[in-house]
């Protein structure tokens, strides 16, 4: 055995690690809401009443990146976690993945918006320039910040197993009802929404985040920008309409993307990269490799 190879297999994170990452994921943040939901009077007299901007709820919504973090330092110490991190770099991919980031996610909430036919009924909901700035950054540092464990670990992990579609699909229910409590906590955005319609919306996601972050080789970057995006407070409410545009859009990505979803010879399995230089080098273009040119591949 090379030594190359010596050095995959000690920063290799086991699939084992899949149980107590979500055994940390669900547990912080189920227990943080339970508390909540079973101690009301309690905990809003100790820590006031719990919204989605507390302090506790974000701990919460961190809490597959915490476990996630917590995993790979436990498996392979600091420097496993600086070459995990590292993956926050990988941002090459095909322009049609793009063009649904930048283009197509809002026309999903627009179309959602105009079927339920608020899109021209309610005014822009920020009075200035400063409350926009400012949900823009709360939005950008509360969701996207849970791929750090969803796509960061549990996905490549998942795919050792399964093929790409399967994965995404055992994956989105798990992401789904991991949200479950905030829908029975009122004060959280959830809790004016309906939950399987946001439970088909997760496993729609799921899938369209699967073959962007196979398509990327493994970023963490693009599926939290994605996050970004279907979080973003810019689009017009368009629950629960818009989990059909993205249920729709899930199914083309599969078709147009078929021969990738359907195997597992090309999935992201690698939570850690061997080399943290690699990494960086690959995304610059200097070590592309040969990659099929299907939807979202370069």
């Given amino acids: 055995m090379t030594t190359g190879s010596l050095v995959a297999e000690r920063s290799q994170i086991p699939f084992i690690s899949l149980m107590p990452f979500l055994l940390m994921a669900f547990g912080l943040a189920w227990g943080i809401l339970a508390l909540f939901i079973f101690l009301p009077d309690q905990m809003t007299g100790i820590f006031g009443q719990l919204t989605g901007q507390h302090p506790l709820f974000f701990l919460a919504v961190y809490a597959p990146a915490i476990a996630a973090f917590i995993v790979v330092t436990h498996m392979g110490g600091t420097g496993s976690?600086?070459?995990?991190l590292a993956r926050l770099l990988l941002w090459r991919c095909s322009r049609s993945w793009y063009a649904l980031l930048i283009i197509g996610i809002p026309?999903?909430?627009?179309?959602g918006s105009a079927l339920k036919g608020n899109l021209f009924a309610e005014p822009f909901p920020f009075p200035s320039f400063q409350?926009?700035?400012?949900a823009l950054v709360l939005t950008a540092i509360k969701g996207p910040v849970e791929e750090f464990g969803w796509r960061g670990l549990a996905l490549p992990l998942l795919q050792r197993k399964f093929a790409p579609i399967w994965a995404a699909l055992v994956l989105g229910?798990?992401?789904?009802?991991?949200?479950l409590?905030?829908?029975?906590?009122?004060?959280?955005?959830?809790?004016?929404?309906?939950?399987?319609p946001f439970l088909a919306g997760s496993v729609a996601i799921s899938v369209i985040v699967t073959s962007l972050f196979n398509a990327s080789r493994g970023s963490i970057l693009l599926p939290a920008f994605l996050h970004f995006q279907c979080n973003n407070p810019i689009w017009p409410d368009a629950q629960p309409y818009d989990t059909l545009f993205f249920v729709a859009a899930a199914v083309l990505v599969v078709w147009f993307d078929r021969k990738a979803m359907f195997t597992r010879a090309?999935?992201?399995?690698?939570v850690i990269p061997q080399d943290e230089s690699r990494v960086v080098a690959s995304d610059l273009g200097s070590d592309t490799g040969t990659v099929p040119r299907v939807l979202g591949r370069e």
């Fill in 81 to 84: 976690l600086r070459r995990y």
């Fill in 107 to 111: 026309l999903l909430f627009f179309g």
């Fill in 131 to 134: 409350s926009l700035i400012v």
């Fill in 173 to 179: 229910i798990i992401w789904g009802f991991w949200h």
């Fill in 181 to 196: 409590p905030a829908f029975l906590l009122s004060g959280t955005q959830q809790s004016a929404w309906s939950f399987t």
């Fill in 266 to 270: 090309g999935a992201v399995t690698q």
